[in-house]
């Protein structure tokens, strides 16, 4: 579906005629990002973040596929046939460190996506199923990337699957038969690294499928912008091609300039020096810390630390911790307010920026030792995290006076660029 | 229903962190070792930034600080003989050095254990033949492989540097249970302050044939160099292939940037 105005596609050439009416590729692209696809003219460079996260996608499968044809998924060479990757293989390295950073970016994008969505409240109606599916694709990225990082068989690979497997022996009864059937044997092995691998390179086809039904979700209303009011007639759109094209490849040339500046400059950045070390089930280290992008969610694991309501406290770190996420099914169900972007709702403008100062101190927290004041910290911004999303959205949504809305795109553009634009209240 | 339902879930949530508040202590544990344990001391190598290179002959002394000193109980299993050719040896050179190693092999008739003299092929043979053996050799502690060590460590090579150099007396102030037990050795670049090496390197312990003078510091440079060779041999290819594409996707930038521009000229958003 699409708006009436959308151009339609009319192949021209005789071999695009018979392509048509075989297998009407062409009219697919054409009416998903081509000129047949009407986009709100007014999008910024927060809408650039979801063909950045695409492109992060396509470079993670196909750096992955190059890896896998000289990995081996054993525990008794995987170490070395990274190394072996990293000295023997012809750019080797590259691929290796393009794929290593290539999982930082993606995720890198997909949290500016995510709270892009949050700020302009993408979530909301009629684009509910674009955000739950966005979810799954989330939830989808954080296996693979666990996964992926158990794959070289390092110190923190080994340690990491023990912890995040040991997360299911705190359900009670079943917990620690699921986590030996998970594992494939009581730690870590060659079993586990087998599983993982095969599944680290499944998922992120699951993921491609995903996020096939996310953009088609995606096209039925069609995209969100910075005011949050609904396209009204043509004046508020372009064609996707070349507007936005071309401003996507403007943010993609950005994107890669940050991405290779990371592989080629300062590739161990985001990495931890333990998983240099071949994993070794006799000695932990010192200090188990999960991949940065992991940070705000172990800190809200570890924020627990009380036993209550005859729950243990390593169990209500786990449910805490899968809430955290999950409570992002419910996200447009608990914000009723009916405005959609945050410039127009000033109390809630407040919250948010306090919900991004609080995820940036969880993760921070999730970083540091379990010690004070790392500890407190944690349990504060773990608290603000709930309160945020379950207690203080819903009422804000209720009580919130919504500030003074354009009537259309095209007239908050417009009044964007009249001679005194100082005057029109919040209309940017 | 949703609403009410989260309130709920989001006060058990607060409640169980509030409590966790309160039952939490406020004060760390104290732990003394923390205020011996120094930061490691900088080392700046010719690999370092954005335009590295190597120091062929500082590569060339540290390896030969590795082959006199550290080869003795540390393996270098990752690093083939081949690869030293960058580090400004020729192929003759190579062979001749690799000849100078007898490698793990079997005898072609009888199939019984054996040794050979190097190839260019093999790697750096390990001093001791299983983990067991390296462990009864060692005090029960495992000399780590050296290969990556520059990577595999907190503090990189600036680690390994301060590690070397930084043997000394424990300080007088030192509590009882850190003083170095039978076997051990006070450090404070360690993390657990004492370690199982002994001070490995003392001045003129090796005889440089370029004629540098072999201090414990110039050596612990000059081997730590060639640790950070051995972890990452394609180090300074990549910052100079980084460049080329950072430039090259810099031009397609610029173009992108001035069609978008182009495109949107007459488009008011």
Redo the contacts between chains.
């Keep these: 579906m699409s708006f009436p105005w959308a151009k339609p596609y009319e192949p021209q050439h005789p071999l695009m005629k018979w392509m048509d009416e075989k297998l009407p590729i062409p009219r697919l692209v054409y009416n998903a990002t081509g000129p047949g696809y009407p986009v709100p003219?007014?999008?910024n460079y927060f809408w650039n973040f979801g063909v950045l996260a695409g492109a992060a996608l396509m470079i993670q499968i196909i750096t992955g596929i190059i890896l896998a044809m000289h990995y081996a998924a054993n525990v008794g060479v995987a170490f070395?046939s990274v190394?072996h990757i990293?000295?023997d293989v012809n750019a080797g390295?590259?691929i290796r460190?393009a794929h290593m950073n290539g999982a930082s970016m993606f995720f890198i994008v997909v949290y500016l996506h995510i709270f892009r969505g949050l700020y302009y409240g993408s979530y909301k109606a009629p684009r509910e199923m674009v955000w739950l599916l966005g979810v799954v694709i989330f939830l989808l990225m954080m296996a693979t990337a666990f996964m992926g990082y158990v794959l070289p068989w390092g110190q923190m690979s080994f340690w990491g699957a023990q912890v995040i497997t040991g997360f299911f022996s705190a359900i009670p009864i079943v917990g620690e038969p699921v986590r030996q059937w998970l594992l494939g044997g009581f730690v870590p092995d060659n079993a586990t690294l087998n599983r993982f691998f095969s599944l680290h390179y499944l998922l992120p086809f699951v993921i491609l499928g995903v996020i096939i039904l996310h953009i088609w979700a995606l096209h039925i209303p069609g995209s969100n912008n910075p005011t949050g009011i609904e396209v009204k007639d043509e004046q508020d759109t372009?064609p996707f091609h070349?507007?936005y094209t071309?401003?996507d490849?403007?943010g993609?040339?950005?994107f890669?300039?940050v991405f290779?500046?990371l592989?080629?400059?300062s590739?161990?950045m985001l990495g931890h020096?333990?998983n240099?070390?071949p994993a070794n089930s006799l000695s932990t280290p010192?200090h188990i810390v999960p991949e940065w992008y992991f940070l705000p969610f172990y800190a809200i694991l570890k924020?627990?630390?009380?036993n209550?309501?005859w729950i243990d406290?390593k169990l209500?770190g786990v449910i805490?911790m899968f809430?955290s996420i999950a409570?992002l099914f419910?996200l447009p169900?608990?914000d009723?307010s009916p405005v959609k972007s945050t410039t127009y709702r000033p109390l809630y403008r407040w919250f948010f920026w306090v919900l991004v100062a609080d995820v940036l101190l969880l993760g921070v927290c999730g970083m540091m030792p379990a010690?004070?004041?790392w500890?407190?910290l944690s349990?504060?911004g773990?608290?603000y995290y709930?309160?945020h999303?379950?207690?203080i959205l819903?009422i804000v949504s209720r009580i919130e006076r919504p500030l003074p809305m354009p009537n259309s795109i095209t007239e908050a553009?417009?009044a964007?660029?009249a001679p005194d634009a100082a005057s029109v209240p919040a209309a940017a | 229903m949703v609403r009410p339902l989260g309130f709920l879930v989001g006060l058990g949530f607060i409640t169980a962190l509030v409590l966790a508040i309160f039952t939490t202590p406020l004060k760390n544990e104290p732990n003394v070792a923390y205020s011996f344990v120094k930061e490691p001391r900088h080392l700046k190598l010719a690999s370092d930034g954005l335009v590295p290179h190597w120091d062929k002959a500082q590569l060339q002394r540290g390896m030969q600080v590795y082959k006199e000193v550290c080869s003795a109980c540390h393996s270098l299993n990752l690093v083939a003989f081949r690869n030293i050719q960058d580090l400004g040896y020729t192929e003759g050179q190579v062979k001749t050095f690799a000849k100078g190693f007898q490698v793990p092999s079997i005898n072609p008739d009888t199939g019984e254990v054996a040794t050979r003299d190097g190839l260019a092929s093999d790697h750096f043979p390990a001093p001791y033949a299983n983990e067991v053996a390296a462990r009864a050799a060692n005090n029960n502690a495992i000399p780590p492989d050296l290969s990556l060590i520059t990577k595999a460590r907190e503090g990189g090579k600036d680690y390994i540097y301060s590690l070397l150099t930084g043997y000394q007396n424990p300080p007088a102030n030192l509590p009882a249970e850190l003083k170095p037990g039978t076997g051990l050795h006070y450090n404070p670049y360690f993390p657990n302050l004492n370690l199982a090496m002994a001070k490995p390197l003392n001045d003129g312990q090796v005889t440089y044939a370029d004629g540098t003078k072999a201090s414990v510091d110039q050596m612990a440079k000059d081997v730590t160099a060639f640790l950070v060779w051995t972890a990452e041999p394609k180090l300074v290819k990549r910052v100079q292939v980084g460049w080329a594409v950072f430039f090259f996707l810099l031009i397609f930038t610029v173009l992108a940037y001035l069609s978008y521009r182009n495109i949107w000229a007459d488009k008011k958003h």
């Design positions: 003219r007014n999008l070395n190394e990293m000295r390295w590259f460190y372009v070349p507007y071309a401003k490849g403007f993609l040339g950005v890669l300039l290779v500046a592989t080629f400059f590739p161990n020096a333990d240099y070390i010192a924020a627990f630390t009380f209550f309501l406290a209500w805490a809430a409570l419910f169900w608990l009723s010690e004070q004041p500890v407190i349990q504060l773990s608290i709930f309160a999303f379950l207690v819903p553009v417009l964007k660029h």
